[in-house]
């Protein structure tokens, strides 16, 4: 494992400073480089309070530790699209965790822990910054690929399918350490913050580099959709999470979405317009969710056969 290659840190705050036209520029510079090499990186300087941050880690603590009688008050409904609420990992399945799945706080599929007691609020705070920097690194990756001002903001202005998954891993045993197994993310981009025990790994040209843990850092990876926009300019970045022994991981992924009935497909400014094939069939959002979902399911007994974004693509 790659122990000294750094996954690149970016500061935001030319973002939030009037005038300072030159940072923005570098700053863009930075993340086009990292979104085209392997689609990962951190940022600082983003806009969500570190005293947030840490307190929805220690209250996630708190929760995970509860009996499962008193976690599974908040157990999902049933007609929600996702398990909005508290799930274990079946005892089967290849991940180990437990988790607390929502939606936007305005949700009403949302089924959030009434203990401990600031927890819900804690969740929706966090869920709403999460939400802005969301709209504001999706405004940057608009201008790093040079598409018309505001065109990703408005074809993706449905926030109702995003949603922020509080994780807990259990720790490694003497013969097994998956957390969650290799894998890229579906949506369209990505943010985790995970507590001083780490386990976050990120694949570069064939090697898993660790993700060092570090306060107020937000860990930010490109997922398949704008993969498939950009018609693989930006990278889907492959990752995977290990556990360490003696301790629980806990961690927080916000998944910046896009709503279901979005046809998706490569943009015209990455194939007709430059020359160049498209490398992805259409697909309508939702049914690669539902395909997604099928994954976890029904795991096939094949790692070959589990669905990838390669699903769609055009072999050339
Ligand atoms: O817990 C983490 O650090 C990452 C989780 C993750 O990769 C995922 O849920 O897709
Ligand atoms: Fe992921």
């Known amino acids: 494992m790659a122990e000294n290659v750094a996954i690149p840190t970016i500061d935001l705050s030319p973002f939030f400073t009037d005038g300072d036209e030159i940072g923005k520029v570098n700053v863009m510079n930075s993340i086009t480089k990292a979104c085209s090499n392997y689609g990962f990186f951190q940022i600082v300087n983003h ?20 009996p499962d009688e008193e976690k599974q008050k908040s157990s999902p409904g049933l007609s929600s699209p996702l398990p909005a609420g508290y799930s274990k ?5 290849a991940d180990k965790n437990e988790y607390l799945l929502m939606f936007s706080p305005s949700s009403s599929f949302n089924v959030l822990p009434s203990n401990p007691c600031d927890f819900k609020e804690v969740l929706e705070e966090m869920f709403t910054h999460f939400g802005k920097v969301g709209e504001l690194l999706e405004s940057i990756l608009n201008d790093c690929l040079g598409l018309p001002l505001n065109f990703l903001k408005e074809y993706n202005h449905d926030r109702s399918w995003d949603f922020m998954v509080a994780f807990r891993y259990y720790p490694a045993t003497n013969t097994e350490n998956n957390g969650i197994s290799e894998h890229e993310d579906g949506n369209c981009i990505t943010f985790v913050i995970q507590d001083e025990v780490g386990g976050l790994q990120v694949r570069k040209n064939g090697e898993w580099i660790p993700v060092i ?11 398949d959709v704008i993969q498939v926009l950009s018609n693989n300019k930006f990278k889907s970045a492959a990752h995977r999470v290990v556990r360490k022994t003696g ?5 927080f992924a916000f998944f910046y979405n896009i709503q279901g009935d979005k046809w998706i497909e490569p943009l015209p400014q990455f194939t007709e317009e430059i ?10 959002y939702k049914d690669y ?12 007994s094949r790692p070959e ?10 072999s050339s």
Not at 289 to 300: E, F, G, T, V
Not at 305 to 314: E, K, L, N, S
């Open 289 to 300: 969710q539902a395909l997604r979902m099928r994954n976890k399911s029904h795991p096939p």
């Open 275 to 284: 020359g160049e094939p498209p490398k992805y069939k259409g697909f309508y």
């Open 89 to 93: 990992q079946p005892e089967n399945s």
């Open 305 to 314: 056969d589990v669905i990838h974004i390669t699903h769609y693509a055009i």
């Open 213 to 223: 843990p570090a306060a107020g850092r937000i860990i930010v990876n490109i997922s």
């Open 47 to 66: 806009g969500v309070p570190l005293d947030l941050m840490n307190h929805a880690l220690s209250l996630s603590k708190t929760f995970f530790a509860y």
């Open 247 to 251: 301790r629980s991981r806990y961690s």
